[in-house]
């Protein structure tokens, strides 16, 4: 059995928030163990549990990723530790250019990962397990980052299939309405909420599950939406935090333009506290996306256009869907292939 409390992230203790990745390991027997007793044609397991990797590859199983990560980001990601650009940069606050993709995108030092900054093996590992896995799932779509999708292809040297957004695959309200962290306000209360409210005139905030933020910055948040005074409709603000979410918002901002950025300038681990940021920036970039300039009427209609092509992604004849089903055609021949 796993450590006590190491099955949720609600952790106590921060000085735990790593041991997950460790603890896993102990499930390497059991894991071989029950795949010797019912052997599957095939496992898709996540990119981080590389334990489980070794034990499948062990035993001759065919083995898949998922990565919930897109392309751009694992593009932006592969070309910064081919190129190196972020070794040239004169600080960790001086932009730099990442060579080698189809958009300008420039970064910053301190909005790369830990192991960027650090080095560890940790991401060469990951890769090399991936080079001998058949092949990635990703949850992204084609029409949301076709040159990204594309030149994932070719790098990896490796099928992908694209399959998302994931999310969308579940119709099930009560289901959706029950994820994450318990609240303290239930489903219909919310809606009774949302239906008193004109349309286009709510802002939703998410951090997502694993954010941990300060109350001075929920102060700084609640101070910032007050001084804008306005409702409409907005596409995205972001706020990058941890993982590759620097990645995402360069994705969001500068080649999709559906979002703007709020300011957040450095990236943290999931555990440690992240730098304020102030009202004022929240301030401008709220005002910034409910605005009605033309720029910001052009944002909304892409991200209704990107929205549309999400939905349409994973129904009957899309793009999602269809890889879906050659994911398992590709897995009849390969199994047929083994028979002969």
Not at 4 to 11: D, F, G, I, T
Request: charged share 25%; with cysteine; hydrophobic share 40%.
């Amino acid at each position: 059995m796993l450590s006590v409390c190491l099955e949720n992230a609600e952790l106590p203790d921060t000085d735990m928030s790593a041991a997950p990745f460790t603890d896993t390991s102990i499930l390497q027997e059991p894991l071989k163990q029950l795949l010797i007793q019912h052997p599957p044609d095939c496992i898709i397991i996540d990119a981080f549990h590389r334990w489980a990797a070794d034990t499948i590859d062990e035993l001759q199983i065919t083995r898949i990723i998922f990565n919930g990560n897109g392309c751009f980001p694992r593009c932006v990601q592969e070309n910064i530790k081919r190129y190196g650009p972020h070794e040239k940069a004169g600080s960790d606050w001086e932009p730099f250019v990442v060579p080698g993709l189809p958009d300008r995108i420039e970064l910053k030092r301190s909005q790369l990962a830990g192991f960027f900054r650090h080095p560890s093996g940790f991401p060469d590992r990951m890769k090399k397990s991936e080079e001998k896995s058949f092949g990635t799932v990703i949850n992204s779509f084609y029409d949301l980052e076709p040159a990204y999708a594309d030149n994932i292809q070719i790098e990896m040297g490796k099928k992908a299939w694209l399959i998302g957004p994931v999310s969308l695959c579940n119709r099930n309200t009560t289901d959706k309405a029950e994820r994450g962290k318990l609240s303290t306000i239930d489903e219909q209360s919310c809606l009774n909420w949302l239906n008193c409210k004109e349309p286009n005139s709510v802002l939703y905030i998410s951090f997502g599950s694993l954010a941990r933020l300060v109350l001075e910055q929920l102060w700084e948040i609640a101070y910032g939406l007050e001084a804008t005074g306005i409702s409409a409709g907005v596409p995205m603000i972001t706020w990058p935090l941890s993982a590759e979410q620097f990645y995402n918002e360069k994705l969001i901002t500068d080649v999709l333009r559906i979002g703007v950025q709020v300011g957040s300038e450095e990236w943290k681990s999931w555990n440690e506290r992240q730098a304020l940021v102030g009202r004022e920036k929240i301030e401008v970039a709220v005002k910034m996306v409910i605005g009605n300039s033309e720029e910001m009427v052009e944002m909304r209609m892409r991200a209704k256009d990107i929205a549309g092509k999400a939905r349409r992604a994973v129904e009957v004849g899309g793009t999602s869907y269809n890889d879906a089903d050659t994911l398992i055609e590709d897995l009849k021949a390969l199994r047929q292939r083994q028979k002969c």
